[in-house]
């Protein structure tokens, strides 16, 4: 006997979020939508994330600056 087919309403936010679980597999009847999960978990995992990059780019940044230009800034005093 096979499953029903699974259907889940989705609006203009959810829906990014049932495409990416849909590409992972499509949940079947009766289980949980993970998608729900990742709508409540995605805006600080994207915070950490960005944060981490956003903190060491701008360190990246600032040494090269201080390589490249270190003849110049050899002779001032901060």
Same mark, same amino acid.
């Given at each position: 006997?096979?499953? /029903? /087919?699974?259907?889940?309403?989705?609006?203009?936010?959810?829906?990014?979020?049932?495409? @990416?679980? %849909?590409?992972?597999?499509?949940?079947?009847?009766?289980?949980? %939508?993970?998608?729900?999960?990742?709508?409540?978990?995605?805006?600080?995992?994207?915070?950490?994330?960005?944060?981490?990059?956003?903190?060491?780019? $701008? @360190?990246?940044?600032?040494?090269?600056? $201080?390589?490249?230009?270190?003849?110049? $800034?050899?002779?001032?005093?901060?």
């Amino acid at each position: 006997m096979k499953d /029903p /087919p699974t259907y889940f309403k989705t609006n203009e936010v959810s829906f990014v979020f049932q495409e @990416i679980t %849909n590409t992972y597999g499509v949940p079947k009847y009766r289980e949980i %939508n993970p998608s729900v999960f990742g709508i409540v978990t995605f805006p600080f995992q994207f915070a950490v994330m960005f944060g981490d990059y956003g903190h060491g780019s $701008l @360190i990246f940044f600032l040494a090269a600056f $201080l390589v490249v230009f270190s003849n110049k $800034l050899s002779g001032t005093v901060f």
